[in-house]
Antibody, heavy 116, light 106 residues
Framework: QIQLVQSGPELKKPGETVKISCKAS????????MHWVKQAPGKGLKWMGW????????TYADDFKGRFAFSLETSASTAYLQINNLKNEDTATYLC?????????WGQGTLVTVSA | DIKMTQSPSSMYASLGERVTITCKAS??????LSWFQQKPGKSPKTLIY???RLVDGVPSRFSGSGSGQDYSLSISSLEYEDMGIYYC????????FGGGTKLEIK
C-alpha cells in the first residue's frame, strides 16, 4: 500500500543543520508533488511549501524562505527537507504529504529538537 | 494567501450528539477543501476531500458540506474515538490550514 516513511527524530544544537527524509513507496514518485508541513509542540499545522517531483523545482511559503531547502533523490523515491542554521523555534514535528486530491497520504512525522 | 477561519477552537460534546465544525475562507476556494483528524503524537488522518467526498474507510457518520467560502464538517452521532483535533485545509491556492478545533467528550 502507499506509504510515506520519514526518518527518525533528531536532536541538534542551534546553528547546526538537519536533513529529514521522506521515502515514498507503492506509487510512481514523480506523479505527485511532495509537500512539507511544520507542527510546533502544542500548535497547529503550518504549510511550508512543496517540491515538484518531476522537475525538482521547490516552492516555499514566505516564512520558510532562506534557511529551508527541499530536494529529491528520485531514483530512491525520496524527498528531503534540509534546515540550515537551526534555531530554537525550529523545534517541531515535520510532516511530508503527497499532493493528491485532498492530501490523503502523510508521513508519520519527524521530530526535530533544537537545544543547546 | 487565503486565510481559513475555523470555529469553534474547542468544544465539548456528548456521546451520540451531532457535532458541526465550520471553516470560512477569505475567498472562494471552489470546494478545494479537506478535513483532517489528528490524535496526539500522530499524523493527520484525512476524512473528507473536495468539501464533501468521504475518504475510503472513514465512517459514514462523518460528512462534509459547503461551497464558495463556507464549509462544514459534521459528525452525525459522536463516538468516543472521535476525540481529537480537527483541521480544515484549503488547497485551491497555496495550501492553508484552519486553526484547528479540539473536540472533547463531555
Amino acid at each position: 500500500q502507499i506509504q510515506l516513511v520519514q526518518s527518525g527524530p533528531e536532536l541538534k544544537k542551534p546553528g547546526e543543520t538537519v536533513k529529514i527524509s521522506c521515502k515514498a513507496s507503492d506509487y510512481t514518485f514523480t506523479d505527485y508533488s511532495m509537500h512539507w508541513v511544520k507542527q510546533a509542540p502544542g500548535k497547529g499545522l503550518k504549510w511550508m511549501g512543496w517540491i515538484n517531483t518531476e522537475t525538482g523545482e521547490p516552492t516555499y511559503a514566505d516564512d520558510f524562505k532562506g534557511r529551508f531547502a527541499f530536494s529529491l533523490e528520485t531514483s530512491a523515491s525520496t524527498a528531503y527537507l534540509q534546515i540550515n542554521n537551526l534555531k530554537n523555534e525550529d523545534t517541531a514535528t515535520y510532516l511530508c504529504s503527497r499532493r493528491d486530491d485532498g492530501f490523503a497520504y502523510w508521513g508519520q512525522g519527524t521530530l526535530v529538537t533544537v537545544s543547546a | 494567501d487565503i486565510k481559513m477561519t475555523q470555529s469553534p477552537s474547542s468544544m465539548y460534546a456528548s456521546l451520540g450528539e451531532r457535532v458541526t465544525i465550520t471553516c470560512k475562507a477569505s475567498q472562494d476556494i471552489n470546494s478545494y477543501l479537506s478535513w483532517f483528524q489528528q490524535k496526539p503524537g500522530k499524523s493527520p488522518k484525512t476524512l473528507i476531500y473536495r468539501a464533501n467526498r468521504l475518504v475510503d474507510g472513514v465512517p459514514s457518520r462523518f460528512s462534509g458540506s459547503g461551497s464558495g467560502q463556507d464549509y462544514s464538517l459534521s459528525i452525525s452521532s459522536l463516538e468516543y474515538e472521535d476525540m481529537g483535533i480537527y483541521y480544515c485545509l484549503q488547497y485551491d491556492e497555496f495550501p492553508t490550514f484552519g486553526g484547528g478545533t479540539k473536540l472533547e467528550i463531555k
